[in-house]
């Protein structure tokens, strides 16, 4: 589902480009369709980055990432705007929701983006609503919402097209330990009815359990669970 | 992402700071008004003026008014030219018309009157156009027509002029010349002198055949009378001078030696034959001047100005811009988190260029259309309080049908389109940075 062959990447420091410095080295691993897999490692370690790299948020140094059979590495803005679209959903650790829209606009969001018409869309966002509990609350927006009910949300928005991988930034992070508890088992259950691939980035080992595996990043180097050096 | 689903993003965002918007709305709708009264006071007077000489039925005519030879000595048009402007294709008819070089007294029954004297060749006149109100055209030397106002100048010969009038300043009915003047006779002297000064007379008899049609200009009157070509040969006969004047030749400088004409005019076919002929004679070496041509230049004047008047105008426009762009700026990047987590979740940057180009062209269109209707407004309410303050102020009348500014539909479209391309390229640098708004940045996510 998720190839990485020798990925590596450094930032360019400097006001002319003078320093660079290494974030990633040389990372080779693959996730398979259905797997729960999550990256843990220290902050600073480079996990953040290699999920903004998979996101195509920023552009590796060198090496492959292949998605779902597709070479991504070289995938220009809007044709990776277009492939997160219709491939990947994300849960961010602060949810990332839009403060101006409710529960309900936020979650149709990737829905009008990818021009399904009106009725479609209010059966899906009604349906999804319901599958993440919150059919209580279409019109409440983010700042009335409760922190495990926002993140319910965003993960209802990254659900709403059914993509087949989820890339959950820290989703955790933010939660009270009752609803972590509660969010990582409707990950599971999503996992298990849905078979949606999770990538999950973490640096708590009790999150990380989560996973049917475990890769661990050390400075950069994948030290567990991948082909690293 | 179809277009309803972008406009309802676009309103959702307006809403969002609804003084900075009106704000921006205004400043454009103050440029649009601005450019287009502007421009409307010079449509409006090139209006006017095009009414005014639309008015005049002489837009087919070629005035001709001297030649000058290849020396570069002005000559007179003779008979010789005439029968060479006859002979030019588009030319319908060539009107020629002599003035008689003295104001006779005419006398009818007990009345009189002193009228200017044309000599004109009949034919020419009425495939040109003249018309009668009454009566025929003169088929013998001592048949004249008289202009229509002719009968009101006429008074009586016993009764002062002080006694003309009553004290309103109209005419005294009994000193009117009541009766039909067709059929009558008009006697006139005729007078010469010879090297001493001393003056010879002679009488005229002419009989009144017809009445010339009333002008059609404004406030013109005529009150000549038209003679033929035989009348005045006959009067040259006595005085010894192509026109008929009293003095002998040499006496008056630059009087012609030979038969000319004072005025000729070409009557073309169609209007725009007139232009061609006027460069074509005045090629040929003669003074012409045309209503047309006159137009031509008129309209190529007006079409500068207006113009000039539309830069101008632009410029209010562009300042208005400016306003514009501040607002897409702060538009972009107060809702720069919003646009990193729409570009996050798969929202092509086009679309979100799409969003805000939508956006500031909404602005320029709203400011644009309340901009028409407030520049109609002033435009009504100059045209109509512009004439009462000249008269308050001045005491000066406008000329009926007088109109300052004028709006027509095509400065309607070049305002507008004017407005909306302005508003469109002043939002297109803010909606190019939004797209480049970087997702990592915008999240405030760590790297």
């Given at each position: 589902m998720i190839t990485i062959k020798h990925l590596s990447h450094h930032f360019v420091?400097?006001?002319?480009?003078?320093?660079?410095?290494?974030?990633?080295?040389?990372?080779?691993?693959?996730?398979?369709?259905?797997?729960?897999?999550?990256?843990?490692?220290?902050?600073?370690?480079?996990?953040?980055?290699?999920?903004?790299?998979?996101?195509?948020?920023?552009?590796?140094?060198?090496?492959?990432?292949?998605?779902?059979?597709?070479?991504?590495?070289?995938?220009?803005?809007?044709?990776?705007?277009?492939?997160?679209?219709?491939?990947?959903?994300?849960?961010?650790?602060?949810?990332?929701?839009?403060?101006?829209?409710?529960?309900?606009?936020?979650?149709?969001?990737?829905?009008?983006?990818?021009?399904?018409?009106?009725?479609?869309?209010?059966?899906?966002?009604?349906?999804?609503?319901?599958?993440?509990?919150?059919?209580?609350?279409?019109?409440?927006?983010?700042?009335?919402?409760?922190?495990?009910?926002?993140?319910?949300?965003?993960?209802?928005?990254?659900?709403?097209?059914?993509?087949?991988?989820?890339?959950?930034?820290?989703?955790?992070?933010?939660?009270?330990?009752?609803?972590?508890?509660?969010?990582?088992?409707?990950?599971?259950?999503?996992?298990?009815?849905?078979?949606?691939?999770?990538?999950?980035?973490?640096?708590?080992?009790?999150?990380?359990?989560?996973?049917?595996?475990?890769?661990?990043?050390?400075?950069?180097?994948?030290?567990?669970?991948?082909?690293?050096? | 992402m179809n277009f309803k689903d972008k406009w309802r993003f676009v309103q959702q965002n307006l809403k969002k700071n609804r003084v900075r918007i009106f704000m921006t709305v205004l400043a454009t709708a103050m440029g649009t008004t601005f450019l287009i009264v502007l421009a409307s006071v010079g449509f409006g007077l090139h209006d006017t003026l095009l009414k005014d000489i639309m008015e005049q039925d002489n837009l087919n005519e070629v005035s001709i008014y001297g030649y000058e030879n290849e020396k570069g000595e002005h000559q007179y048009i003779t008979d010789q030219h005439i029968e060479h402007f006859e002979s030019l294709n588009n030319v319908k008819t060539v009107r020629r018309m002599n003035y008689l070089g003295q104001a006779p007294n005419y006398q009818v029954d007990?009345?009189?009157?002193?009228?200017?004297?044309?000599?004109?060749?009949?034919?020419?006149?009425?495939?040109?156009?003249?018309?009668?109100?009454?009566?025929?055209?003169?088929?013998?030397?001592?048949?004249?027509?008289?202009?229509?106002?002719?009968?009101?100048?006429?008074?009586?010969?016993?009764?002062?002029?002080?006694?003309?009038?009553?004290?309103?300043?109209?005419?005294?009915?009994?000193?009117?010349?009541?009766?039909?003047?067709?059929?009558?006779?008009?006697?006139?002297?005729?007078?010469?002198?010879?090297?001493?000064?001393?003056?010879?007379?002679?009488?005229?008899?002419?009989e009144v055949v017809g009445i010339v049609e009333e002008p059609v200009q404004r406030g013109w009157d005529d009150s000549n009378v038209y003679i033929t070509d035989m009348l005045l040969n006959e009067i040259a006969a006595f005085t010894g001078t192509h026109t008929g004047s009293p003095y002998p030749v040499d006496d008056i400088e630059d009087t012609p030696t030979e038969k000319s004409y004072d005025n000729v005019y070409l009557h073309t076919h169609t209007l725009e034959q007139v232009q061609d002929l006027t460069t074509q004679l005045t090629d040929e070496g003669y003074y012409t001047y045309s209503v047309a041509t006159e137009m031509k230049q008129l309209n190529m004047l007006f079409t500068i100005a207006k113009a000039g008047l539309i830069f101008i105008g632009t410029i209010a426009i562009l300042i208005a811009s400016i306003g514009i762009y501040n607002t897409m700026t702060m538009a972009v990047t107060e809702r720069a988190p919003d646009i990193g987590i729409m570009k996050a979740i798969g929202a092509n940057p086009r679309t979100i260029k799409q969003i805000f180009l939508l956006e500031s062209s909404y602005i320029g269109l709203l400011g644009a259309l309340i901009g028409t209707a407030v520049a109609y407004l002033i435009s009504f309410a100059v045209n109509l309080g512009l004439p009462l303050i000249l008269e308050a102020v001045f005491e000066e009348e406008l000329p009926e049908g007088f109109q300052f500014s004028s709006i027509p539909l095509r400065l309607l479209f070049v305002a507008v389109a004017i407005c909306l391309i302005v508003t469109i390229i002043s939002g297109s640098r803010p909606a190019k940075k939004a797209t480049q708004i970087d997702v990592l940045q915008a999240m405030k996510r760590e790297i």
């Open positions: 420091m400097g006001k002319k480009g003078e320093t660079k410095l290494p974030v990633l080295h040389d990372l080779s691993f693959s996730v398979n369709k259905g797997e729960v897999v999550s990256i843990i490692g220290r902050s600073g370690s480079g996990k953040s980055t290699l999920l903004n790299l998979i996101s195509g948020f920023i552009h590796p140094t060198s090496g492959e990432i292949t998605i779902n059979g597709t070479d991504v590495t070289g995938f220009s803005e809007a044709e990776f705007a277009d492939f997160r679209l219709n491939q990947i959903g994300f849960i961010f650790q602060n949810f990332q929701l839009i403060p101006s829209m409710t529960a309900y606009q936020n979650i149709e969001l990737p829905l009008i983006l990818k021009g399904i018409n009106e009725n479609e869309r209010k059966k899906i966002t009604e349906q999804t609503l319901e599958r993440v509990g919150l059919s209580q609350y279409p019109n409440h927006y983010p700042g009335e919402l409760s922190g495990g009910q926002q993140q319910r949300v965003s993960i209802a928005r990254a659900l709403v097209l059914n993509p087949p991988i989820i890339l959950a930034d820290e989703p955790t992070g933010s939660l009270d330990s009752e609803t972590e508890a509660s969010l990582l088992e409707f990950i599971r259950q999503l996992n298990q009815d849905l078979n949606i691939t999770f990538l999950i980035i973490t640096h708590d080992q009790e999150v990380a359990r989560i996973g049917s595996r475990t890769l661990e990043i050390q400075d950069g180097h994948l030290i567990k669970g991948g082909n690293s050096r | 007990n009345f009189e009157a002193t009228a200017e004297t044309r000599s004109v060749y009949f034919p020419a006149e009425q495939q040109a156009g003249m018309a009668l109100a009454e009566g025929t055209f003169p088929t013998q030397a001592n048949q004249v027509v008289v202009g229509y106002h002719f009968a009101d100048e006429l008074i009586p010969q016993d009764v002062d002029y002080d006694d003309l009038y009553t004290d309103d300043e109209v005419r005294k009915e009994e000193t009117l010349f009541s009766e039909n003047i067709i059929g009558k006779t008009l006697t006139f002297d005729i007078e010469k002198f010879d090297e001493n000064d001393d003056v010879e007379t002679t009488t005229f008899e002419v």
